[in-house]
């Protein structure tokens, strides 16, 4: 599920909502607000428009593993 490996990459991570909503515009050039960011994860996934979208898991990976030391 999207929203649980968005939540573990961010703990992981230590990344606020702010960063990580900061990290996936950055990355995927589209737009993601810290509310958009928070509905994805403690939204209800039987809801459409709270699901977590699979562009925002892989912005997010990447965007980690640009941080990380060489």
Do not use: F, I
């Amino acid at each position: 599920m999207n929203r649980r490996r968005l939540q573990d990459m961010m703990e992981g991570a230590v990344l606020s909502d702010v960063q990580a909503a900061c990290l996936l515009m950055e990355e995927s050039g589209r737009p993601c607000g810290v509310r958009t960011l928070q509905h994805w994860l403690k939204g209800d996934a039987s809801k459409v428009s709270n699901r977590c979208p699979d562009w925002a898991v892989l912005a997010l990976e990447q965007g980690l593993k640009k941080r990380l030391p060489s």
